[in-house]
């Protein structure tokens, strides 16, 4: 019981956080990106201006980081425990696949060209540089959604097994 107490708090934790990501995705998708991308290169120096105190990364860059230790916590107790194994594995796998290397190995080097060096690039680049961030952000969407939903599926099915224990007679 003590174990699936412990994997339903990591896994709840878990999904919460997941989900709280994934919905600030959404609305830095809907509120910021329009106005980023709108008029290159003039709306990337007023988005520059308006985020010149506190930007996007500096947010979702030590929230993903503190979402990553505790998908690995909860992943870790969930394998420990054998609940929902699978649902937290594949939450995991999309978040490192999708949240963490798409946006570390391919979306910071073009934000970098955007934001720090974009007048040592021509204007069609920077409007190229724009649509592969449109695509590679929109593939990072559909894994955050799928790392969100695995996480939420692990602690719910974690809260069953819980709920079922609860309910079996106690031995004597």
Do not use: K
Not at 119 to 142: G, N
Request: glycine share 4%; hydrophobic share 55%.
């Amino acid at each position: 019981m003590r174990t699936l107490t412990v994997s339903l708090t990591a896994t709840t934790l878990y999904a919460a956080l997941a989900t709280l990501v994934f919905c600030t995705m959404i609305a830095e998708t809907v509120f910021l990106y329009p106005n980023y991308f709108h008029d290159i290169p003039r709306s990337l120096i007023v988005a520059d201006e308006f985020t010149a105190a506190v930007s996007v990364g500096s947010v979702m860059r030590p929230l993903g980081a503190v979402l990553m230790v505790t998908a690995i916590v909860a992943t870790a107790v969930s394998v420990w425990a054998r609940t929902a194994r699978v649902w937290t594995v594949a939450s995991l796998v999309s978040l490192v696949s999708g949240l963490f290397l798409l946006s570390a190995l391919y979306l910071w080097e073009r934000w970098t060209i955007l934001f720090d060096e974009r007048d040592q690039h021509t204007i069609e680049e920077l409007r190229r540089t724009v649509r592969e961030v449109e695509v590679a952000h929109s593939v990072r969407i559909v894994l955050g959604a799928l790392t969100a939903v695995f996480a939420v599926v692990a602690a719910v099915r974690t809260y069953r097994a819980r709920l079922l224990r609860g309910l079996e007679p106690a031995a004597g």
